[in-house]
């Protein structure tokens, strides 16, 4: 089911399909999806990652404090009328509306962009080009490293590290060690400190990270969740969370506890067999 078809159904049921409250049943989905994702860890958001490097940050953007003119400038002079993809936030007329424009990629730095983003959540690549530095205003806000499709703020949590065998998240003795400047440190290790990976140990390997995002925001009519989900039953749940709040707080709050349980079951549902107390993360990342 497409977001339109899920949007309009949740506006049919509040028997108001008017343009402002269509605008809110888009934010109701998007919300519930969200919920959904950061309770359970559903393996269709799971990425995977590898580099050569020492060290990995998932999250290589700033935040943008205004809206701004977002530039993608490639290091390779070739790399011209190719787009990437933004998502994020745009402000048009004192709005904050959450959009995906194409932006055309140029290989010079004295390029100049005309699209306004005040929050970006990721910008995707078609394919895999060079360095590609993305600039907001006249500041460098991140780099797409060579050979990568994705910059985003997104990341979850890590899933798995592998090089040639598992590697293991680095223990208090191995941090003593690390510490004290000792070279025993002779294991597979890493540390994570808040999105960024330190690799030790690893002999040359290369790492591949397996990692989860939160849930994509969808915004155009033809967007669909990644999840293997009842679409019609999400429409339900956001209209149990979100539209009946909306309507009267009062009677919301009695469906709240109605709209977690409502989340519990979809995923119930979704992951019949599998050990779902494990996967349960509560808490809203919006």
Known sequence: MAFYDQYY???????????DNLA?????????????ANMYNFPELQESVST??????FKRLTNIKTAATVILISDEGADTDITATVYGYGLAAGVRTYQSENIALL???TATGSENFSVIDRIELAET??????????VTIGTIIAGETKIANDFKKI?????NGDVEPMSVKDRKLKYNGDGNINSKI??????????????????????NVKHPWLVEDY??????????????????????????????????????????NIIANATMGSDMASGFKRGRQR
């Open 129 to 138: 080009l060079g360095n590609v530095t993305v600039v907001s205003g006249s």
């Open 52 to 57: 050569t490097a020492s060290s990995y940050d």
């Open 190 to 211: 890493y540390t994570q400190t808040g999105s960024k990976v330190t690799f030790y140990g690893l002999g040359g390997a290369t790492p591949t990270i397996d990692y």
């Open 107 to 109: 290989g010079t730095a």
């Open 159 to 163: 899933v798995v590290v592998n090089a």
């Open 9 to 19: 159904d949740l506006a049919d049921q509040l028997n108001d399909t008017a343009d």
């Open 223 to 264: 967007d669909e969740s990644p999840l293997f989900i009842e679409e019609a039953d999400v429409v339900d749940v956001a209209w149990k969370g979100w539209g009946i709040r909306f309507e009267d707080e009062n009677d919301g709050t009695s469906w709240k506890a109605q709209y977690e349980a409502a989340l519990e």
């Open 24 to 36: 809110r049943c888009k934010r109701w989905i998007n919300w519930t999806y969200r919920d959904l």
